[in-house]
């Protein structure tokens, strides 16, 4: 909220003359802006409407659609996209020259991801995106007719389109266990220790699902597939730089993760990290001579791409480190429990969600009993121009869930009264219903 003890704040302990000069919506801006807040806990900082002000200046927006569906891919902050703009340009006045330069210096880019999320540069692979970072595992990994992989039904119709493939191809087995939503930790560790046979060899789960953000106890899963000899593939699509914490930490295998989500890089950037003593283990999708096998570089062989989209990672990176992960995971869960707070208080409304503080951050689900997902979706659009995606239960060989709901994904650019929009659209369906005009949500979600 915008109050005055807010501005005060801000105001007295910046000082108006920091703030000039400094360009607002500009990186030194933000940077200047959490700079100023540094002795404040990141949920105080999450509620102060001047510090996000400056965040959300660093955007261009069409500020006359309300996006909800930031799940999918976010638009990145005009540094990133100019750098990006900046980096194509060089490269085009002569590719041969400058694409190679800028690929040697993606080095930085390396460097500067494994101690943001807690490994080393010689574990991480940069990749085009989540999907390419996941599949290079599943397409890689030795797996010999019989051997069973143990994954879910809400992992990501495309991860599970791929498993498919092998099982038709190479034979192997894959288990896909069902889970509630929400549910806990231990009920999602022991269904996958329940699962267990003699034949597993790998677990694939999601860090969080897509669909409604459920958080999986990632280091105990690994653990225990490591204590029994099963290799663990964890999607990390929508958790890296939603929520902090630190890839060694997981204890797991392999991360695949999108870049171009949370973290707000430029479309067609993902990571994929592997587990040191994995490294020569696991093919590459792109074959290599055989004395790079034990290099992480391997995984990078792909041919000719865009060199200028890879470089603005750092300027994305960066983006990301002058608001601080704390601050923008508590800035999302703040987002998140003021619409939440609201709508459930009424006893139509389904939030599909854990709310409990630790579990959801900017990806939460919530129905309205009685109401169609997909025509729901259709309205936000129609009356109130919210963009937002309907998420309708899936059949094999997709995702399969029972549940239904509209998926909401803020982004740290996302203004209270937006919010605010999102809940009275919602209280008017309630009220009033929607007219089933047509189904433009989909089933499933990115
Ligand atoms: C859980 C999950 N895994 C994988 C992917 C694939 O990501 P990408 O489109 O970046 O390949 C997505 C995309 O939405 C996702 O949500």
Request: charge should be positive.
């Amino acid at each position: 909220m915008w109050t005055r003890r807010g501005f005060l704040r801000v105001g007295g302990a910046l000082g108006a003359a920091a703030w000039i000069g400094k360009g607002s919506g500009s990186l030194k801006a933000v940077e200047a802006a959490s700079a100023a807040a540094a002795d404040r806990t990141p949920e105080d900082v999450a509620q102060d409407e001047f510090y996000w002000r400056e965040i959300q200046e660093a955007f261009t927006l069409d500020r006359t659609l309300i996006n909800l569906n930031n799940g999918n891919t976010c638009p990145s902050p005009r540094v990133v996209h100019e750098a990006c703009k900046r980096y194509m340009d060089m490269s085009n006045m002569l590719p041969v020259h400058y694409r190679s330069q800028a690929e040697s210096h993606l080095q930085t880019v390396r460097r500067g991801l494994a101690k943001e999320f807690g490994c080393d540069e010689d574990e991480i692979a940069l990749t085009r995106n989540a999907s390419e970072s996941l599949q290079i595992v599943q397409m890689g990994l030795d797996l010999k007719p019989g051997d069973e992989v143990i994954t879910t039904e809400q992992d990501y119709p495309r991860m599970l389109t791929t498993w498919d493939q092998r099982m038709r191809r190479d034979k192997i087995k894959v288990t896909r266990i069902q889970f509630p939503v929400p549910t806990t930790a231990d009920d999602l560790y022991s269904r996958f220790e329940r699962a267990i046979t003699p034949q597993t060899r790998v677990f694939h789960f999601c860090h969080i699902t897509n669909l409604t953000g459920q958080l999986f106890p990632v280091q105990r899963l690994s653990r225990l597939a490591r204590s029994k000899g099963i290799v663990t593939v964890v999607d990390g699509a929508h958790a890296i730089a939603h929520f902090p914490f630190k890839l060694h930490e997981l204890e797991c295998d392999y991360y695949g993760v999108s870049l171009h989500k949370w973290l707000l890089a430029p479309i067609g950037n993902g990571m994929l990290y592997v587990r040191r003593e994995n490294i020569p283990k696991l093919w590459p999708m792109q074959a290599v001579p055989e004395r790079q096998m034990n290099s992480i570089r391997k995984f990078e062989a792909i041919g000719t791409y865009p060199t200028a989209i890879r470089a603005s990672v750092a300027e994305a990176l960066a983006f990301h480190q002058a608001i601080g992960a704390d601050r923008k995971a508590a800035r999302l869960r703040y987002l998140t429990m003021r619409w939440a707070n609201e709508l459930k208080k009424n006893p139509r409304v389904k939030i599909l969600s854990s709310l409990e503080p630790g579990q959801t951050w900017g990806l939460a689900m919530v129905g309205i009993d009685g109401v169609d997902t997909r025509a729901l979706s259709q309205f936000m659009m129609d009356r109130y121009r919210i963009v937002i995606n309907a998420v309708v239960g899936g059949q094999p060989p997709a995702q399969v869930f029972d549940y239904t709901g509209l998926r909401v994904t803020p982004n740290v650019y996302t203004t209270l009264q937006e919010i605010d929009t999102f809940v009275d659209a919602m209280q008017d369906a309630l009220k009033n219903g929607v007219a089933a005009s047509n189904t433009r949500g989909r089933t499933g979600a990115d």
